[in-house]
């Protein structure tokens, strides 16, 4: 890699004055479109549908969960990726995953959804696909002394475009949930390759920045949650929040929170700080909300600081 670096910190490149500790992300779907309202249907997919036919096993507690331990310490089934704060679940691996047992959940896929089934004698309500989104209910029974909810898990397989999704979901008692398809490894990288299609390595490295800074996450990225404290800055409180990966593009973004520490006043972010952070080598482009921190506003003494590093050490 040529011995320049794009240094947005120095060029001035300031995307937004937003306060660095935002509130919490939401959970859209990927492209921001509003939730695709779920289709009515007589099959006893709306809350509050009694099915007082289903025997008793169907609400107790199942030695199958033993197993379901088991098979994820052997490492044969796995845990849904904490991506972007969204539950994200990858095709042809067989991931547990939590679902109320009380309300109706939603399945969000990158493609048109072409089936989804179930285990109906489980207490499973027949999935109600719309578009690019299925949603599951389970049924319950009412004993005379209130509603029972299903417990048994419950095999569910989709098919995501071309993508064959196995989850194993265990129905509980709590809020609705949604889960999120990623796509495979190698439909991220396509993905990716037309997010950034044209652009020189430093224009998609400022383009990557924009969509992280923006929350506007492709699909294909995938993000990895660190939250890990830094002792770097005398004059900074500094935390690695998240590093973000575009596969197939080498590059990869690191997202930090800095606060100004006890006792200090003002700080200028300039192009010491961003060498710091990145390290030696890789260093593509670099940004922060939020250039100058001081203590005369609250919302002025923190930001975030965007680095984008180079999977290719020392080119």
Known sequence: MRNTLLLCLLAG????????????????????????????????????????????????ENPYETYIQKMLEKGEYSLPSPDHGRITVLPEVTTVVPLSAVDQNRIVC??????????IEKGL??????????????AWVDTGRGPQYARQPNELFIMCGDERYQLLVRPRKIPTQTIYLSSGLKKRIEQNEGVFKSNSIEE????????VHNDDLPESF???EVNRTLNKFKELKTRLKRKVIAEGTGMELYEYEVLLAE?????????DIAKKLAGEEGLLASSAARHQLTRECPECSGTRIFIVKSVFRGN
Do not use: W, Y
């Not at 004055?17 to 695709?36: I, V």
């Not at 719309?130 to 599951?136: T, W, Y």
């Open 110 to 119: 990158p493609d048109l959804i072409r089936d989804a089934r179930g285990s």
């Open 125 to 138: 309500l027949e999935p109600q696909i719309a578009g690019k989104e299925v949603f599951i209910k389970f």
């Open 204 to 211: 998609s490295a400022i383009k990557m920045i924009a969509l």
């Open 13 to 60: 490149l300031t995307l937004s004055t937003t306060p660095m500790l935002a509130s919490g992300e939401d959970n859209a779907a990927p492209g921001g479109n509003e939730t695709t309202r779920p289709p009515q249907n007589n099959a006893g997919v709306q809350s509050g549908v009694k099915r007082p036919e289903l025997p008793p096993s169907l609400i107790e």
């Open 263 to 271: 006792g200090i006043k003002e700080v200028r972010l300039d192009e």
């Open 222 to 224: 995938s993000i990895r």
